[in-house]
């Protein structure tokens, strides 16, 4: 959410001070992300001490501050941002219609704004071994969505695709992102139809499902200095291969972490391992597909704010620049076939 809810300071610090007991804190909104259901601020205490607040509106699911905790907490996965209890240890609250959760503040950048070090990429790829290799309680397991294959992404977008066709109005923002629909329209269903065609590969075979991320783009890693790196934003946890966190590295989201280098120096961290390339090619394009259908909900929001908006076009521009998402998937299928 890149403004502010609407949810008075006052509010904000009562609900810290009852469920955390926080007091004489200092609050400052953070204009990160593109989800427009979260907010997220920076809270100071008197002691020096800084945390960051997560607010969730809508469904929210345990298992996105439970898993955490016990990946951190139990299995010592460091690399692992976890929840902060509540005075009465739950890991966390609702009020004012949002989940809130608070953590750790970690001092340092994301991905996208620093480049990770040789350490830090090895220590990476040591944390998601270790997440993919942790075995869960099982009601922890239970609690977490496995994978399907879905076809809700894909259908979501030939709705949009069908309602194009037939015209749509709007403001000068959604002009622009018609018209760069309509150029890239025949991509668009070259990618869709590529994801479902991977999909009934894959729904043949029976994957080993571990422990997933599955939004571990350069955002949702926090890296700062002494080579520190933290993985955040455990909101998608999901049962499923591997490679639905795998094709993040090197798969280019966000125009980053697109280079042979860093992918060696990630995979001497992970370990040896086959590589299932069809699973790795279907994430790649089930992820472009995904944010498709993202962008489109985002666009014709009424509540979005024009902000959001515009952020949203100049994320589904970029994705079709070169070297970036869709031409990483487009040579990924073209090696298994």
Known sequence: MLTPPDLPREAIAQCLADAYGLRDIRIEFLPLGADVNSAVFRVDASDGTAYFLKLRRGDFDKPVVTVPAFL???????????????????????????DWALYPFFDGSNGFERTLTDPQWTALGTALSAIHEAE????????????????HWREGVRRYQRRFINGVKGDGIVERFLAFWEEHAEEIDTIVYRSEQLASILLERPPRLVPCHSDLHAGNVLVGDDDRLSIVDWDTLILAPKERDLMFIGGGVGHVWNQPREEALFYEGYGPGDL??????????????????????????????????????????????????????????????
């Open 276 to 337: 299932d390339l069809v699973a790795l090619a279907y994430y790649r394009y089930e992820r472009i597909v995904k944010d498709l259908l993202e962008y489109c909900d985002q666009m014709f929001d009424a509540a979005a704010s024009t902000e959001d908006r515009e952020e949203g076009l100049r994320q589904m521009q970029s994705q079709f620049l070169p070297g970036d998402v869709v031409a990483i998937a487009h040579r990924g299928y073209d090696d298994i076939t």
């Open 136 to 151: 869960l309680p099982e009601a922890l397991s239970a609690s977490l969505p496995k994978e399907r294959y879905d076809h």
């Open 72 to 98: 951190h907490r139990d299995k010592g996965i460091e690399a692992v941002m976890a929840p902060l209890p509540t005075t009465n240890l739950q890991l966390s609250v609702q009020a004012h219609g949002f």
